[in-house]
């Protein structure tokens, strides 16, 4: 760095905004915190950089990384992927088929909800207790739902977001680290919760050490080709919100961080869960969206699968959900339901009208039957026939 005396000190000034864009290719989310922060620092030193030839660039590592000796990566992502489906496609509530060769329209539908503070404390809680990271906490969360959607599917084969900065030399360098891994698990609809969040956190800390194994070469190993690959349109992403560059000071001038409100945004998968824990904010901590493609899914659909997400959230982390809440985590993950509350009375109402009309003496017993199968059994009721109703 050398001083820069022809600085012009008035080239920030009040009500001035700044927006900076990045092609998505050359750098990643992770990043954003270290540029403004080299930003914020040149800027008040009034210093020009300097290429250091012995400093470490994103373009070294990338040439490290290809020299890379691989074979134990290999061998890992071979048992981890062995004996599981990759080619099935996960039985989601979708409202039209696509072919595999069908183009994309990249239009999304987008819904959000907050969690209130209550609730987002409990789940922060859980993750401490259970020492589990709030990622390995959300995506436990979402294999449960899958779960639970997919007429209990055990064999769950989704992907998942990774930073990818598994080097301590790779925390303040800016660059495209982030990649996507397939997370493949065989649950036990016996399982607690607790218990899929076990092994949620072991499948996480095994991947850990892998991740840096390209995905184009998981795709070669297993002959499957990236735009049809079944568990690559399926996702989970977590993102922690850093309080860092809240605000930055460039001499005397004061930025305050702005978010931009997006109002649309493309639909890269057919179907993602992405989870925003903000840690400084007052109020929506915790929230999740459903990103959902148009080509699949109509708004009702995704508005309707959110509500039961967030219903299912509730019961396992909401202490006002009932008496037995705690009971619900440590009961088998198919004693949960998605099916909502006003549905269950629909249900009811439904089922007792037709037997009050009944007039027939044996017709009425057989009903009355139906009504007490209906009932006993209710929590195994599939929840996606309510999407017919």
């Not at 070294?60 to 992502?77: G, K, M, N, P, Q």
């Not at 909800?113 to 209550?118: A, E, L, R, S, V």
């Not at 660059?175 to 649950?187: A, H, T």
């Amino acid at each position: 760095m050398i001083s820069d005396e022809n600085c012009d000190k008035e080239m920030i000034t009040d009500s001035d905004v700044l927006v900076i864009g990045f092609h998505h290719v050359a750098i990643d989310r992770s990043a954003y915190s270290i540029f403004l922060n080299d930003l914020c620092n040149t800027y008040n030193s009034n210093m020009t950089w300097l290429d250091n030839e012995k400093s470490l660039q994103y373009i070294d590592y990338a040439v490290h990384e290809r020299l890379i000796d691989i074979t134990l990566s290999c061998e890992f992502w071979r048992l981890q992927l062995e004996g599981c489906n990759l080619k099935r496609r996960l039985s989601l509530p979708i409202d039209q088929h696509r072919l595999s060769n069908d183009q994309r329209s990249g239009f999304a539908t987008i819904v959000q909800i907050n969690f209130d503070n209550k609730i987002s404390s409990s789940f922060l809680n859980y993750a401490s207790i259970h020492h589990l990271t709030l990622v390995q906490l959300g995506l436990a969360t979402f294999y449960t739902f899958l779960f639970k959607l997919t007429y209990s599917l055990t064999d769950l084969c989704i992907s998942c977001v990774n930073a990818n900065r598994h080097r301590p030399e790779l925390q303040t360098m800016i660059g495209m680290f982030v990649s996507i891994l397939p997370y493949c698990m065989q649950l036990d609809p016996c399982w607690s919760f607790d218990e899929v969040t076990e092994h949620v956190r072991e499948k996480c800390l095994s991947i850990l050490e892998h991740s840096h194994y390209p995905l184009q070469h998981i795709l070669r190993d297993f002959h499957l080709d990236q735009s049809t690959a079944p568990f690559l349109q399926t996702v989970f992403d977590f993102i922690i919100e850093s309080s860092v560059n809240d605000r930055l000071t460039f001499d005397y001038v004061s930025l305050q961080s702005v978010s931009l409100k997006q109002s649309s945004e493309a639909a890269k998968f057919d179907f993602m869960l992405k989870f925003v824990y903000k840690p400084v904010s007052d109020d929506n901590i915790l929230s999740c969206s459903f990103i959902c493609s148009r080509d699949l899914f109509e708004d009702t659909t995704v508005t309707k699968m959110i509500q039961r997400f967030q219903y299912l959230f509730e019961q396992l982390f909401s202490a006002n959900f009932n008496a037995n809440q705690t009971d619900l985590v440590i009961s088998p993950i198919a004693k949960l339901t998605l099916i909502l509350p006003d549905e269950v009375s629909e249900i009811q109402h439904v089922v007792f009208y037709r037997q009050s009309n009944m007039t027939n003496e044996g017709m009425s017993f057989f009903y009355l039957s139906c009504i007490y199968n209906t009932f006993i059994d209710i929590d195994q009721l599939d929840e996606n026939d309510m999407y017919d109703m």
